[in-house]
């Protein structure tokens, strides 16, 4: 049996784009089809623009996982949501995803955040339900090549109202967090 290697978790850089597209695609190509099928999965996979990926590096709490230097992993916290949480596949089943989502959430608290929420594949959905978040609702979501059946999770961080609506991307497509 193989030990998991620890992964150092540390704010992303729009220097990581590369690398974390290169993940983000695996992590689709590889992980996701074991649950979606291929025309959804190529749509999805196609999906990402480092553009897109540049703004929201800047804009939001995006993390890095990396192992001996290598960025093995991508999580990104925006307001309230969490969001692109993806491990390359042969991370996967080593803590990465919950080392950076325990980083997001450390986060969220420290800035007074009482939810989180995310869209979360059908792959990432078992992670999110380890992590403490409880399914509100699941179905399709509208994403650049046709609908994607997701679902809808929400975490109370401490008591306060209930949950909000999830946001849409300025181009009207739902954020989904992957693995």
């Known amino acids: 049996m193989t030990r998991p290697v620890p992964a150092d978790v540390r704010r992303a850089t729009t220097d990581d784009v590369p690398a974390i597209l290169l993940v983000r ?3 689709i190509r590889v992980s996701a089809a074991e649950v979606y099928d291929a025309a959804t999965v190529d749509a999805w996979a196609s999906g990402g623009s480092s553009e897109r990926l540049r703004h929201l590096v800047a804009q939001a709490l995006g993390v890095v996982a990396t192992v001996d230097g290598e960025v093995v992993g991508w999580a990104c916290l925006e307001g309230e949501e969490v969001q692109q949480l993806y491990v390359h596949p042969e991370h996967g089943g080593r803590g990465v995803a919950r080392a950076m989502y325990e980083a997001l959430e450390r986060a969220a608290v420290d800035s007074g955040t009482v ?7 059908l792959r990432s959905a078992p992670a999110f339900d380890r992590f403490g978040f409880t399914e509100r609702s699941r179905g399709p979501e509208p994403f650049p090549g046709g609908p994607v059946e997701v679902v809808r999770m929400g975490k109370e961080l401490r008591d306060g109202p209930g949950p909000t609506a999830p946001r849409t991307s300025p181009g009207g497509h739902r954020k989904m967090s992957g693995m």
């Open 25 to 27: 695609e695996r992590a």
């Open 115 to 121: 939810r989180l929420r995310t869209t979360a594949s």
